[in-house]
């Protein structure tokens, strides 16, 4: 199949490109490279181009005789879209609406949407189901729920299939240990460690030691980038026969904070300085998946269920990027 990914120069979407490629498929990425980084994208056409371009959606798609959309291009700061809501609802939920709209034009039905599971909000149990109530407390949730429900009204008119995977904590690095996670600035709390194991900070800091978990840091479900790739190509296959198709992706197991940061120093073999600093805001205790559904619609799987086994690709990656996509000769894995 064709597809195109958009986003495709970013982690998750990197990885999906590979995987696509890997698979027999024809990927074609489409990123304006605001986060993402062009050495990232390795077997596939390359389109630089922003979401707001409708002319040029309409034409990549057209030109490429593309047969599917696989979109991971977003902002993905929670704490940024608290500051900046009308960026994240237009680069979020405008953008994807023109894509949509493009989608449409060119006669494209199959839509596969990165979604979160930041569209739960504050949930009262874990783990989360699909039913559990959607309720986001942050405009990055609300923008991605937004589309959620354009997507669900659009194929009940039967002018789109489309899939929203709902992510938990995606993690590690893929393809072989060479397309791994590179933000800037860097948020996440894997990367972060990481970077400090490495001496490229001094310390990482825990937000929040008094939540009410076992030993009072949050807990959050990691997921390895390669068992969430694999989701989406299944779930790109039963869009063959299905209009609406919604899943979390998660291994249902929680690890706190203080867990992974025990996990990076037994992995690395190195110690650092860790901080108890005080709360982020908006971070629920406790967010773990129940994936059941995706496990029966979907035969999903995943092969890297062990925190630690997803620590090792992570560093892995950095330990032969010290400096990210930026390394000059990055180390041969
Ligand atoms: N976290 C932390 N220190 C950091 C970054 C994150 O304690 O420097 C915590 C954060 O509060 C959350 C968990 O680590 O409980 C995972 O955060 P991340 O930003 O990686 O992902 P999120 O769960 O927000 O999607």
């Not at 904590?169 to 933000?183: P, R």
């Not at 970077?195 to 800091?205: F, I, L, N, W």
């Not at 949050?218 to 899943?247: G, M, Q, S, T, W």
Request: aromatic share 10%; hydrophobic share 35%; with cysteine.
């Amino acid at each position: 199949m064709k597809v195109l990914v958009c986003g495709g120069a970013g982690y998750i979407g990197s990885n999906m490109t590979a995987m696509l490629a890997r698979g027999g498929h024809e990927p074609v990425v489409f990123d304006n490279l605001a986060k993402g980084h062009r050495s990232a994208v390795k077997d596939a056409e390359f389109v630089r181009g922003d979401l707001a371009d409708y002319g040029l959606l309409v034409e990549t798609l057209g030109n490429y005789g593309i047969d599917a959309v696989m979109h991971f291009a977003a902002f993905i700061e929670v704490g940024e879209s608290v500051e900046k809501p009308l960026t994240y609802y237009r680069n979020n939920f405008c953008n994807t609406h023109n894509l949509l709209c493009a989608m449409a034009e060119a006669g494209v039905e199959k839509f596969v949407f990165s979604s979160t599971a930041a569209v739960y909000g504050m949930p009262e149990t874990t783990p989360i189901t699909e039913e559990t109530s959607k309720a986001p407390i942050n405009p990055y949730g609300e923008s991605k729920w937004a589309v959620e429900r354009l997507c669900h009204f659009l194929s009940e008119t039967k002018k789109l299939r489309y899939a929203a995977l709902r992510y938990f904590n995606a993690a590690g690095a893929g393809q072989d240990c060479t397309l791994g996670e590179d933000h800037r600035p860097e948020s996440h709390l894997i990367p972060l460690i990481i970077q400090a194991a490495m001496g490229k900070r001094d310390a990482v800091s825990i937000f929040g030691t008094d939540y009410p978990t076992p030993d009072g840091t949050c807990v959050r479900d990691y997921i390895h980038i390669e068992d969430l790739c694999k989701a989406h190509l299944l779930a790109l296959d039963k869009l063959d026969e299905a209009y609406e198709l919604v899943c979390n992706l998660g291994n249902g197991k929680g690890y706190s904070v203080r867990e992974v940061i025990e996990t990076v120093k037994k992995v690395s073999g190195k110690d650092f300085r860790v901080i108890e600093a005080d709360r982020r805001r908006g971070d629920p205790p406790v967010l773990t998946a129940d994936a059941t559904k995706a496990k029966i619609e979907l035969g999903w799987r995943t092969d890297y269920p062990q925190l630690e086994k997803i620590i090792q690709s992570a560093w892995t990656w950095h330990d032969n990027h010290p400096d990210g996509y930026d390394s000059k000769s990055p180390r041969p894995v």
